[in-house]
């Protein structure tokens, strides 16, 4: 199979969909690969790197969308790429269709095959292509938010851990998920005062036996989340419906009971965001203001820390991304289900059943279409 790796063109996004030691392993497998100039620049990869892992480098973006079988990213593909894909491409990245109608069309009328990161799942019942990129941004989430508490970036002007004599910020996590997890594990290590709002009860088990009493866990009601945020200097939304869009769990309306200058880190913004006042922010501008409040809503954290990203990316996608190159993508998703799982949008048919649901589409089962 040809495969092609073009360079991310997302406001700051330096990440890449294949390390050199991804596409030494590809080539191993008798496969080739067609790499865009600098698309590893990023992670400090060069175009040198790529050669000697046995794949050719590519001037631009157009010959690789139109020769190559399947495209590799990182990213949803931008209006651009979408209008070079063409029917039967096979399309292998993070999409995150629900909040995004025109996506979702342009992928629709293309014909593609267009398989998710963030729809793969395990047996254990997880999402492990998500999960390595919301270990980052759960991570990142406290080290931004942390920052953006500083005077000069708008905040309260707090220490996340405070010092002897003066209490530290108090840090609600929504969600005790992977995000939720790796957050509180950064903030409790920084010395913050930390309280996971969590549905499961099992979770709550789970979370209080990894990090003892130290960590607060409250079970999640509208009361609890109004009250928490309300006296928290810094909060975090980590909450994921696999596929659909976010809950909206912070309306408007709670903002003016929050504290002035307290900052709100959006981890969910990839799927919606789970606050009515989020909307999709840049690393280039990362924050905006709502009723005092700081909303950092970057839509691609983990693009900040590009290199640490694209390797723990690639330990999880590759092995899919082998067993597509070596099957073609009709028999590699018939054989493992949990790959299947992750087919969003393929021959103009919606066939991911929350994206379906969410943006109106007819769904069809993606086992109709690898039978």
Same mark, same amino acid.
């Given at each position: 199979? $040809?495969?092609?790796?073009?360079?991310?063109?997302?406001?700051?996004?330096?990440?890449?969909?294949?390390? +050199?030691?991804?596409?030494?392993?590809?080539?191993?497998?008798?496969?080739?690969?067609?790499?865009?100039?600098?698309?590893?620049?990023?992670?400090?990869?060069?175009?040198?790197?790529? !050669?000697?892992?046995?794949?050719?480098?590519?001037?631009?973006?157009?010959?690789?969308?139109?020769?190559?079988?399947?495209?590799?990213?990182?990213?949803? +593909?931008?209006?651009?790429?979408?209008?070079?894909?063409?029917?039967?491409?096979?399309? =292998?990245?993070?999409?995150?269709?629900?909040?995004?109608?025109?996506?979702?069309?342009?992928?629709?009328?293309?014909?593609?095959?267009?398989?998710?990161?963030?729809?793969?799942?395990?047996?254990?019942?997880?999402?492990?292509?998500?999960?390595?990129?919301?270990?980052?941004?759960?991570?990142?989430?406290?080290?931004?938010?942390?920052?953006?508490?500083?005077?000069?970036?708008?905040?309260?002007?707090?220490?996340?851990?405070?010092?002897?004599?003066?209490? +530290?910020?108090?840090?609600?996590?929504?969600?005790?998920?992977?995000?939720?997890? /790796?957050?509180?594990?950064?903030?409790?290590?920084?010395?913050?005062?930390? !309280?996971?709002?969590?549905?499961?009860?099992?979770?709550?088990?789970?979370?209080?036996?990894?990090?003892?009493?130290?960590?607060?866990?409250? =079970?999640?009601?509208?009361?609890?989340?109004?009250?928490?945020?309300?006296?928290?200097?810094?909060?975090?939304?980590?909450?994921?419906?696999?596929?659909?869009?976010? &809950?909206?769990?912070?309306?408007?309306?709670? $903002?003016?009971?929050?504290?002035?200058?307290?900052?709100?880190?959006?981890?969910?913004?990839?799927?919606?965001?789970?606050?009515?006042?989020?909307?999709?922010?840049?690393?280039?501008?990362? !924050?905006?203001?709502?009723?005092?409040?700081?909303?950092?809503?970057?839509?691609?954290?983990?693009?900040?820390?590009?290199?640490?990203?694209?390797?723990?990316?690639?330990?999880?996608?590759? &092995?899919?991304?082998?067993?597509?190159?070596?099957?073609?993508?009709?028999?590699?998703?018939?054989?493992?289900?949990?790959?299947? /799982?992750?087919? /969003?949008?393929?021959?103009?048919?919606?066939?991911?059943?929350?994206?379906?649901?969410?943006?109106? =589409?007819? =769904?069809?089962?993606?086992?109709?279409?690898?039978?």
């Amino acid at each position: 199979m $040809l495969i092609g790796l073009p360079k991310e063109i997302k406001n700051h996004e330096y990440r890449v969909g294949l390390t +050199p030691l991804s596409v030494r392993e590809l080539v191993r497998h008798g496969h080739k690969v067609m790499v865009e100039k600098n698309a590893g620049s990023g992670i400090g990869s060069s175009d040198a790197d790529y !050669t000697t892992a046995g794949a050719s480098i590519i001037d631009g973006p157009k010959e690789i969308f139109a020769k190559a079988d399947m495209i590799v990213k990182v990213k949803e +593909p931008q209006a651009a790429e979408r209008a070079m894909l063409r029917d039967g491409q096979i399309l =292998y990245t993070y999409l995150h269709l629900a909040p995004d109608p025109e996506q979702t069309k342009d992928l629709v009328k293309s014909g593609a095959i267009c398989i998710a990161y963030e729809t793969v799942t395990n047996a254990r019942g997880g999402l492990p292509l998500l999960a390595p990129m919301s270990q980052v941004a759960g991570r990142m989430s406290v080290q931004s938010g942390a920052h953006c508490l500083e005077k000069a970036q708008g905040g309260r002007g707090m220490l996340l851990g405070g010092v002897p004599g003066v209490a +530290p910020a108090k840090v609600v996590i929504l969600g005790g998920g992977v995000v939720g997890t /790796n957050a509180a594990a950064i903030a409790l290590g920084m010395g913050a005062d930390v !309280t996971i709002i969590e549905r499961s009860t099992d979770r709550m088990e789970e979370l209080t036996a990894r990090f003892g009493l130290s960590l607060k866990t409250l =079970y999640s009601t509208q009361s609890v989340i109004e009250d928490e945020c309300a006296t928290a200097d810094l909060v975090i939304g980590g909450v994921l419906i696999p596929g659909a869009a976010a &809950p909206k769990l912070i309306t408007k309306a709670m $903002l003016k009971d929050w504290k002035p200058g307290s900052v709100f880190v959006d981890v969910a913004i990839d799927q919606g965001g789970c606050a009515e006042t989020s909307h999709a922010t840049t690393h280039a501008e990362p !924050t905006y203001v709502v009723d005092g409040v700081i909303h950092y809503c970057v839509a691609n954290m983990p693009g900040g820390v590009a290199r640490t990203s694209t390797f723990a990316l690639n330990n999880a996608t590759l &092995p899919f991304a082998v067993a597509i190159a070596d099957k073609g993508w009709k028999k590699a998703l018939a054989d493992d289900a949990h790959l299947r /799982n992750g087919l /969003n949008v393929a021959s103009g048919k919606v066939t991911y059943k929350a994206v379906a649901q969410d943006l109106g =589409y007819d =769904y069809v089962p993606a086992e109709k279409l690898t039978a």
